[in-house]
């Protein structure tokens, strides 16, 4: 499948502090970008996504970012809450638009 | 309200036995998947379906099959479970590049 690599694996960061999480692919036919969030034992869960003909998009305190000539996104979450502390995953769909290939996953963990 | 529905939340099997994944989705979708997810690896796909009786391999399909008779039923089929295929599995489902929608997962536990 098509690489999508994510970067930090572990991410600890103070309450109301911010957090920054990135990601590149690989297949430059990628246009579809969401962003998971998993909580300990729960399904992951769709908190923003993106396409390739928008830059950036914001919602309250989430943001995504992103640079198709370098073939990298980030998710940006503002003014961080312990309730923000999950595993955070990116994904890019394939080149037949299908599939979603996945990262291996941020694992936030802000503290009081 | 979207649901994806997996037949088992946890389920121990033993090496060899043939093993039926099940997913149920009500939303009408016309992609579904099934994906692993083990420590560190993130979420690796097996396979996907974007139509009824169709399949695509994904990353990992080896030891794997699947079958999709109807629309709103995907099914994983471990052909004779290993204690390597121990691991959480987590089918989705959507329209093409949009949300997509995760069951619950299953733990199974080969012994």
């Known amino acids: 499948g098509e690489n999508v690599e994510q970067h930090p694996s572990t991410l600890s960061v103070q309450e109301g502090d911010s957090a920054v999480i990135k990601c590149t692919y690989s297949d430059s036919a990628s246009n579809y970008f969401p962003w998971y969030k998993q909580e300990l034992g729960k399904r992951p869960q769709l908190i923003i996504d993106i396409r390739s003909n928008v830059g950036e998009k914001k919602d309250q305190r989430i943001a995504v970012t992103l640079n198709k000539t370098a073939k990298h996104f980030s998710l940006h979450i503002t003014e961080t809450q312990p309730e923000d502390s999950a595993v955070y995953f990116c994904?890019?769909?394939?080149?037949?638009?299908?599939?979603?290939?996945f990262g291996k996953g941020t694992s936030l963990l802000v503290t009081p | 309200d979207v649901k994806v529905t997996q037949s088992s939340r946890y389920l121990v099997k033993r090496t060899g036995e043939k093993v039926f994944l099940e997913c149920v989705q009500d939303m009408d979708h016309e992609n579904m998947f099934w994906y692993r997810q083990d420590p560190g690896l993130g979420l690796r796909l097996i396979y996907f379906?974007?139509?009824?009786?169709?399949?695509e391999k994904g990353d990992i399909p080896e030891g794997y099959s699947v079958s999709r008779e109807k629309k709103e039923r995907f099914s994983l089929i471990l052909e004779s479970a290993s204690t390597n295929q121990t691991s959480m599995y987590l089918c989705a489902s959507n329209f093409m590049n949009t949300e997509a929608f995760f069951g619950q997962g299953t733990r199974l536990t080969v012994v």
């Open positions: 994904a890019a769909n394939s080149r037949s638009g299908y599939a979603l290939n």
């Open positions: 379906s974007y139509d009824v009786k169709m399949k």
